[in-house]
């Protein structure tokens, strides 16, 4: 018997009452369905949190640095021999010598080998450098003396931060009883401060965590960024209107589109080998530059922007284009005096987007030697230089425990400039987009 015979057999009753249990059957499945929606963006929230979190807790002490002060004694007989004031002399002057002396001053009884070396180590071995730019800068403070704030070492910096542990045995331990003694005398005489870490901000890299910094990176990641968008922007949104307007609809041109597509999708690693094969062992460009690296990320970078930059122009309703050509514009006028106006919002978007997605690239910056360990900020884009992601593959990579927090402050930085970008993209959009 057919389905419509047994329900002209059934009551009105029964029939309702099965109307009823089919509708309340699917208003769970739709509930259960709301249900695992909301779980998985529940869980895609709490990973994220949870991410932010780690990062934030583990890297936000690494915007301060424990500075310790000493009164040094800029000796002429240490400095300055002669008394000529020769750069080259005060240049290569014992200035770790001059810490030496104003740390034993503070501790007349320490005498051995071994304890004057541990003492000596309460300092980070910048305080050199450090003396040595201030007689270069100004040679009459030989003679003087003065007050002096220098970064503390970093095992120092961990121990003051709460983050050295000295529970266990002394011999399992890093943080020495002799050095708590001195860190503990330096902070009762009023020698121990927590500052604003300037260094993290205006150094470049160093071996020493406490003078470590990201401009060097930070400087190499804006120079790749600008040579990528004078490259990638122009050049993908002038495809991306030749592919939309006027190319012809044939067998090649659907196989340029079909490639561009598939590139979007292809490793960024594979560019690396190629900005390595093509740029610097073709074409002999330097390696570990700047402008290499824009290069490759302008390759990486420019199928994202073709593929946006041609939604947005699709998006652009053809009656525009139609008003246009009747009133007697040419197609070269109708694209640039009315589609590309209109579409430009949508193409800013894509480049911004893509161009965020490539300050977060470290694999072709690898293969193209950006792996280097550079100290000076780069001048100019042929420079040597680094990248930010590529500095924070580095600092992960090495064993000080306040190399940790620098990562995990490197990648707040990252995450910003990540944020602020997304930011613009979506303020672009929301601004200048029109609804048709």
Known sequence: MSEFKRQKLRSPAENRALVEASLRSRYRRERRFQGYGMASVLASVAFVLFFFVTIVSQG????????????????PAIIDPDGGRDPEALSSANYKKLVKQSLQNLFPDVSGRKETRVLTGMVSSGAVYTLREMVMDDPAIVGSTQAIWFPADDEVDMFFKG??????????????????GFADALQAQGRIETRFNKIFFTAGDSRDPEMAGIRAAATGSIFMLLVTVLIAFPL????????????????????????INNLAAVPS??????????????????????????????????PTVIIASRSAIMAVPPSIREAALGLGASRVQTVTDHVLPLALPGMLTGAILGLARALGETAPLLMIGMVAFIVDVPQTPMDPSSALPVQIYLWADSPERA????????????????????????WLRSRFERRW
């Open 269 to 302: 690693i594979i560019y690396g080998l190629l900005g390595l094969a093509v740029f610097i062992n073709f074409f002999g460009l330097p390696r570990s530059a700047s402008f290499v690296g824009g290069l490759v990320l302008a390759l990486m970078t420019m």
């Open 403 to 426: 190399f940790v927090e620098r990562t995990s402050a490197a990648i707040m930085v990252l995450l910003a400039f990540l944020l602020v970008m997304n930011a613009v993209a979506v």
């Open 163 to 180: 983050r050295m542990d000295v529970t266990g045995p002394e011999k399992k331990r890093r943080f020495k009883d002799d050095q708590i």
């Open 236 to 259: 993908g949104v002038a495809a991306a209107i030749y592919l939309e307007e006027f190319a012809p609809k044939n067998r090649w041109v659907d196989i340029i589109e079909v490639n």
């Open 60 to 75: 936000h002490s690494a915007f301060f640095q424990t500075y310790v002060k000493l009164d040094i004694a800029f000796d």
